[in-house]
């Protein structure tokens, strides 16, 4: 912890009662450690674990996904988090263990994170993000439904519509645009909770998605259903699915699944 804040929290910590103490430091660490995910459309040179591990983000590389993710930090920080985290490169992918405990996990980092940045690169300063292609990829759905708070920037960093507000699905507007881009009503949008209730609604949600990897689209579902199945990359996306409707049809006893 930096000198300001360990002399902040001496002077604070001084002036409490002895009950006061204990939640003193609990939030105060707490807050310290709180970290902002990133929600983003893969795209060329992104960096990934090992090009970045012992290396300083702004000493490196601006080119591609380097010159993202070093945006995406420095908003995070613009916004007072200290900790970030990014998909591209804080799963290590060559640990086929990390990454089911990664896909398993992926909606809880989302929902347990401050603050979700989401990089819109189609999107020009003053456009709409409706045509978005981040509204049409399999992973980012889980990214919208999870985090309590969003903010949405556009192709060059600009906040949405240069909106101020700490977070976008507190604006009326912001909420409309989204439930016509995603055909999700803003109830669901604002307080989702994860479970196989109403699946033919959730698979609904996801039909218009796709994914680079055909598995995926099933392994993308795993947290907005909140099941935790084997993770098999090579199989057949008929199978990923076949496998996942099965135990939602288990969980739930619903056999309108199978008409999505």
């Known amino acids: 912890m930096g000198s300001q804040q360990y002399d902040q ?5 001084g002036a409490c009662t002895p009950d ?3 939640t003193l430091i609990h939030t105060t660490v707490s807050g310290y450690f709180q970290f902002v995910t990133f929600s983003h459309r893969w795209g060329v040179n992104e960096p990934l674990l090992r090009d970045v591990e012992g290396h300083s983000i702004y000493g490196m590389s601006t080119e591609g996904g380097f010159g993202k993710l070093q945006a995406f930090c420095l908003r995070a920080y613009e916004q007072n988090y200290l900790w970030a985290w990014s998909d591209t490169c804080c799963i290590d992918k060559d640990s086929s263990a990390e990454l089911q405990e990664a896909i398993g996990s992926m909606f809880a980092w989302y929902r347990r994170s401050a603050l979700t940045i989401v990089h819109l690169s189609d999107v020009p300063d003053n456009g709409s993000f409706g045509a978005s292609e981040w509204f049409r990829r399999g992973w980012t759905l889980q990214e919208l439904l999870a985090p309590q708070t969003i903010l949405f920037y556009t192709q060059y ?8 507000g700490s977070n976008h699905k507190s604006d009326a507007n912001v909420m409309q645009e989204l439930e016509n881009a995603t055909g999700i009503d803003s109830r669901f949008l604002t307080n989702f909770s994860p479970g196989v209730d109403d699946a033919r609604s959730r698979l609904l949600w996801a039909s218009p998605r796709c994914t680079t990897r055909p598995e995926d689209i099933a392994y993308s579902l795993f947290g907005i259903f909140a099941l935790h ?17 099965a135990e939602i049809i288990s969980q739930s006893g619903d056999i309108s699944v199978l008409d999505w």
Do not use: D, F, M
């Open 157 to 164: 960093w600009s906040p949405y519509k240069n909106l101020s």
């Open 20 to 22: 006061q103490r204990a």
């Open 229 to 245: 199945l084997p993770v098999l990359y090579g199989e057949s996306a008929e199978n990923a699915l076949g496998r996942l409707l």
């Open 9 to 13: 929290l001496l002077s604070s910590y």
